[in-house]
């Protein structure tokens, strides 16, 4: 994706402009902040969230993929972050997109959706075939992720039924088996 992309996000009282970029030396501080703050727990606020080391962990993995970990930027200030990294269906890539988060004080303004737009069409522009995920059934489908198991996908635990999630990309040929997500998510 070359230079930045610009989008427009609108809440009921909230008109921001959103640049979406992939990730930079530097950011990542602010990015481990966006997701202590995003994932914070009411019941234990001083602990930090697992999203935070998950986010390190993948990092430091061989599945990083340094141009699919994008941060939303406002004001020149880090209010969101999305990360997607290899993973596999039997022999064939995929990848998985998560954690997505975005500061509290952005929620509902557009900058979650502009991180999953632009996600989506960088591991398209790049020829990747496929991404999968882990989330809400209510939220994804407005970005085209359907069940995996409706394409063959099959989840490494079977409690999480429909909310594991696929978008098939234009590089996708149909393959099917269980999806191998990187190591540190077995660390969660």
Not at 72 to 93: L, S
Not at 136 to 158: E, Q
């Amino acid at each position: 994706m070359g230079g930045s992309r610009q989008d427009r996000a609108q809440s009921e009282t909230v008109r921001v402009t959103v640049t979406i970029r992939p990730e930079r030396q530097g950011d990542e501080p602010a990015i481990r902040h966006v997701h202590a703050e995003a994932f914070r727990s009411r019941e234990a606020p001083a602990d930090e969230p697992p999203e935070v080391g998950l986010v390190d962990g993948l990092r430091r993995s061989a599945a990083w993929i340094p141009e699919l970990s994008m941060v939303a930027v406002v004001d020149d200030a880090v209010v969101g972050h999305v990360v997607t990294t290899r993973a596999h269906v039997e022999g064939d890539p995929a990848l998985v997109l998560g954690p997505i988060g975005v500061l509290p004080s952005h929620q509902g303004a557009g900058v979650g959706s502009a991180l999953m737009e632009a996600t989506i069409e960088v591991a398209d522009h790049i020829g990747e075939p496929l991404i999968v995920l882990l989330g809400s059934t209510d939220y994804y489908p407005r970005f085209g992720f359907v069940p995996a198991a409706a394409i063959g996908i099959i989840a490494p635990h079977p409690e999480w039924g429909d909310n594991l999630q696929a978008l098939p990309l234009h590089a996708y040929h149909p393959f099917a088996g269980p999806v191998r997500f990187p190591p540190p998510f077995d660390e969660l």
